[in-house]
């Protein structure tokens, strides 16, 4: 099992421009998971998901859509770019509500000039 | 609403001596408790839990927490640490029926010196 997997692994974009980070999972997990980690802030919940077809908000989702077509993939939307999104990015995946270890992806650097 | 505080930002320690890293938390119910640790430019790994049951909890790579409730206390600690134990290390904790969501502290560099 590959686990959680992100693409890309690196990004820089321009302020106002768009991306979208993937999020894969293969563990048939049903609840997934994208936090920013910035120094001295550990990590944030921008937006979860807990079954194919649902989203909700985290702690700081303003800036940010995510979208959960498949069961497997999560994914994490910038629809203009700022650099205080300037962070790196964490995916992340549950079995479900009575489980409780996540299990993390590798992360995404993502840099706005 | 529930917080984890980690208030040390780095430990340092010799290698062979015992190490502790601090986390304390505040939430309404019974918590679950959690600690991560993360190498350089990886991924979060998940070191252990504490859900129920005997205080003391062991874990992957010789580690172990011990939480105690009165304190509201989920202490990182091993009775000898390694060179390789130097990373970053995370507490976390989830309110029950929260979607499993974690609220995470700040972390806490482990550096481990021969």
């Known amino acids: 099992n590959a686990g959680v997997t992100q693409t890309p692994k690196f990004r820089v974009l321009k302020t106002g421009q768009s991306m979208t980070l993937l999020c894969a999972q293969d563990m048939n997990h049903e609840y997934m998971y994208w936090y920013r980690q910035d120094p001295g802030m550990g990590l944030r919940l921008i937006h979860y998901?807990?079954?194919?077809?649902?989203?909700a908000k985290g702690e700081v989702p303003d800036g940010y859509n995510v979208s959960r077509l498949k069961k497997q993939n999560f994914l994490l939307g910038l629809e203009s770019a700022a650099p205080s999104q300037t962070s790196v990015y964490f995916c992340?995946?549950?079995?479900?509500?009575?489980?409780?270890?996540?299990?993390f992806g590798p992360g995404t650097r993502l840099t706005v000039t | 609403a529930q917080s984890v505080a980690q208030p040390e930002d780095q430990v340092n320690v010799a290698e062979g001596n015992p190490l502790t890293v601090k986390c304390t938390y505040s939430?309404?119910?019974?918590?679950?408790l959690f600690w991560y640790v993360q190498y350089p430019n990886r991924g979060l790994q998940f070191l252990l839990k504490?859900?129920?049951?005997?205080?003391l909890v062991k874990g992957s790579y010789g580690f172990e927490a011990e939480f105690n409730k009165s304190q509201t206390s989920f202490h990182l600690k091993k009775p000898s640490a390694l060179v390789s134990d130097s990373a970053l290390y995370f507490c976390a904790v989830r309110p029950t029926g929260t979607a499993s969501k974690l609220t995470f502290g700040t972390g806490t560099r482990l550096q481990v010196t021969l």
């Open positions: 992340a995946s549950t079995l479900g509500s009575l489980s409780y270890e996540q299990y």
């Open positions: 504490y859900i129920t049951g005997d205080n």
């Open positions: 998901s807990v079954g194919e077809g649902t989203t």
């Open positions: 939430v309404s119910g019974n918590p679950y």
